[in-house]
């Protein structure tokens, strides 16, 4: 009973009117949207370039990244997974990433989800960048077991060194007390397991509706 009251009380907190989400949505088309696709279409010299409306996961797809989250947590019981970060993004203009990797959508607006992990940073005001986005480092027989390894090219400039020095000086298996943040926390033989969640399928193009 108490979850179901706990859970009802997040829910208030975040669940908005069908009159405000048309709101925001035609907001989004008219001062977002239609001023950056002409930009867009320009840049890419494609008169009929549309950026993308909507990202669709299925129900069973985010059921199974949040148990892939939860699954982290339990093997990682001292570190705080606290939450996740959604971020907007967009495909290269490429028929690969530089990983090598074939891109499905190039030039598309996406988004993608990190889980963060939490740490007392003293922010009040911001309470969000008090929980920072992170991959694992690990160099167990579990790849889910490990460090959690902030991804600082995903951190805004805000206070950004005081973070990740902080942070590292109360993770785990930090070697040093006073080593600078850039220094490797982890062994040569430790190998990354990514967190990070993407390829929604998305509308407008690149699937074309009649």
Do not use: C
């Not at 495909?91 to 990983?99: E, I, L, Q």
């Not at 030039?107 to 889980?115: A, D, E, G, L, N």
């Not at 206070?159 to 109360?170: F, G, P, V």
């Amino acid at each position: 009973m108490e979850n179901s009251k706990s859970r009802d009380v997040l829910l208030q907190n975040h669940l908005i009117s069908s009159a405000q989400g048309k709101e925001m949505f035609a907001e989004f088309n008219e001062n977002r949207t239609k001023i950056i696709e002409g930009t867009l279409q320009e840049k890419y010299k494609d008169n009929d370039f549309e950026d993308t409306k909507f990202i669709w996961y299925s129900l069973d797809e985010i059921k199974a990244y949040l148990q892939y989250i939860e699954s982290i947590q339990k093997a990682n019981p001292k570190q705080d997974v606290s939450g996740l970060r959604i971020y907007f993004a967009a495909y290269p203009n490429s028929k690969k990433f530089k990983s090598g990797k074939s891109i499905k959508h190039p030039k598309q607006q996406t988004v993608f989800m990190i889980p963060t992990v939490g740490v007392d940073l003293g922010e009040k005001k911001h309470k969000s960048m008090n929980h920072l986005p992170f991959i694992i480092k690990s160099d167990s027989g579990n790849p889910l077991a490990g460090q959690f390894e902030i991804v600082d090219e995903l951190m805004i400039d805000f206070n950004k060194k005081n973070r990740l020095e902080m942070y590292y000086k109360k993770a785990q298996n930090f070697q040093k007390a006073g080593v600078n943040f850039s220094a490797s926390l982890f062994t040569a033989r430790a190998v990354e397991t990514s967190t990070i969640y993407n390829e929604g399928e998305m509308i407008p193009p690149p699937y074309k509706l009649d």
